[in-house]
């Protein structure tokens, strides 16, 4: 595989693409995001949720095989809340029998209702990338960003922004690698902006 095999398409939410980018999911987030403690069913659900709402989603494609995705829009994080609302028994059941999410999500919760919290100045938001990278196939997370871009030039949106967990070191660089620009930080996360 090298970077010219890499095609950019638009990401339908078809049961087939759910399933590939379902399963990246968990191939690629670490154990600290919540959703990947969801089960496919869950998981299919909370993409499709994403992808109905969302204005820009794309997958990258290698030889058949999507080896990366993008989605982003405005107001993702009411999708979210519907979507747990919608879901509430069974988001309950994956918190419950994964404590350590318990004390992060209350903290979340008593941030918001306590301190007036911080909100991005960018509208549109990069909602969740992932890609595979390896020796033989690179700058897959690059094109993905490069086609959102074009995108958001085309529709006269000249500023977006994203945010990162702390920890996650290797995105942090490679957002800063894109052009972002640090913007503020919460407990956990780092929020970035950028303007094209």
Same mark, same amino acid.
């Given at each position: 595989?090298i970077?010219?095999?890499? %095609?950019i398409?638009?990401?339908? /939410?078809?049961?087939?693409?759910? #399933?590939?980018?379902?399963?990246?999911? #968990?191939?690629?987030?670490?154990?600290?995001?919540f959703?990947?403690?969801?089960?496919?069913?869950?998981?299919?659900?909370?993409?499709?949720?994403?992808?109905?709402?969302?204005?820009?989603?794309?997958?990258?494609?290698?030889?058949?095989?999507i080896?990366?995705?993008?989605i982003a829009g405005? /107001?993702l994080?009411?999708?979210? $809340?519907?979507?747990?609302?919608?879901?509430?028994?069974?988001?309950?059941?994956?918190?419950? /029998?994964?404590?350590?999410? =318990?004390?992060?999500?209350?903290?979340?919760?008593?941030? #918001? =209702?306590? *301190?007036?919290?911080?909100? $991005? $100045?960018?509208?549109? !938001?990069?909602?969740? =990338?992932?890609?595979?990278? $390896? %020796?033989?196939?690179? @700058?897959? @997370?690059?094109?993905?960003? &490069? &086609?959102?871009?074009?995108? *958001? *030039?085309?529709? /006269?949106? +000249?500023?977006?922004?994203?945010?990162? !967990?702390?920890?996650?070191?290797?995105?942090?660089?490679?957002?800063?690698?894109?052009?972002?620009?640090?913007?503020?930080r +919460?407990?956990?996360?780092?929020?970035?902006?950028?303007?094209?």
């Amino acid at each position: 595989m090298i970077n010219n095999e890499i %095609k950019i398409e638009i990401l339908s /939410n078809d049961q087939d693409s759910l #399933k590939q980018i379902a399963k990246l999911h #968990k191939q690629l987030f670490d154990r600290d995001h919540f959703t990947t403690t969801f089960r496919e069913g869950l998981l299919l659900n909370y993409f499709n949720a994403l992808l109905k709402k969302s204005q820009f989603n794309y997958k990258a494609i290698v030889e058949e095989e999507i080896v990366g995705y993008l989605i982003a829009g405005k /107001n993702l994080d009411k999708v979210l $809340s519907d979507f747990s609302r919608q879901n509430f028994l069974k988001v309950f059941y994956y918190l419950v /029998n994964n404590p350590k999410f =318990i004390k992060e999500k209350i903290l979340e919760l008593l941030r #918001k =209702i306590l *301190l007036n919290s911080q909100k $991005s $100045s960018a509208e549109m !938001r990069l909602f969740i =990338i992932a890609a595979k990278h $390896s %020796k033989d196939l690179k @700058g897959v @997370g690059k094109k993905l960003i &490069q &086609q959102l871009e074009r995108d *958001l *030039l085309q529709n /006269n949106i +000249t500023c977006y922004g994203l945010s990162v !967990r702390k920890h996650n070191f290797k995105a942090i660089e490679f957002y800063q690698q894109q052009g972002f620009v640090e913007e503020f930080r +919460t407990i956990k996360s780092i929020y970035f902006i950028k303007n094209l």
